[in-house]
Nanobody
C-alpha cells in the first residue's frame, strides 16, 4: 500500500508556471505506475499525465502536451508535474495517483487504486 501527498498548487496568472509534487510513502514506490489527474468544478476527473515505473515512458493528454511534463525521482519517492504556459482552462484540483496493476503509463483512472487528497491550481486571466 502507498500513501500520496500532493503539494505545489496555488494561484498563478495565465502564461505562468507551477510545479506540483507528489510524495509517496513506503519502500515500493518503484513498483507503481504514477499518474496525474485533474477535476474542474462540474466536470469529470480527467487524465493529465502518466509515467512508467522506471520513468522511461510517459504519456500526456493532448490538452497539455508540450506544456506539462511528468517526471519521477525514485530516490525521493516523488513524482512531479511541471506545468508551463498555464491557461485559465487548466484550473482544477490536481490529483496524484498510483497503480500497481498497469505495466505502463495508464490513462484510465480505474487502473489507479491509490489517490492523494488533491491540490488546487487556479489560473487567472
Amino acid at each position: 500500500q502507498v500513501q500520496l501527498a500532493e503539494s505545489g498548487g496555488g494561484l498563478v496568472q495565465a502564461g505562468g508556471s507551477l510545479r506540483l509534487s507528489c510524495a509517496a510513502s513506503g519502500r515500493t514506490f518503484s513498483s507503481y505506475v504514477m499518474g496525474w489527474f485533474r477535476q474542474a468544478p462540474g466536470k469529470e476527473r480527467e487524465f493529465v499525465a502518466g509515467i512508467s515505473r522506471s520513468g522511461g515512458s510517459t504519456v500526456h493528454a493532448d490538452s497539455v502536451k508540450g506544456r506539462f511534463t511528468i517526471s519521477r525521482d525514485t530516490a525521493k519517492r516523488t513524482v512531479y508535474l511541471q506545468m508551463n504556459s498555464l491557461k485559465p482552462g487548466d484550473t482544477a484540483v490536481y490529483y496524484c495517483a498510483a497503480s500497481a496493476l498497469s505495466t505502463g503509463p495508464a490513462t484510465n483512472n480505474k487502473m489507479y487504486a491509490y489517490w492523494g487528497q488533491g491540490t488546487q491550481v487556479t489560473v487567472s486571466s
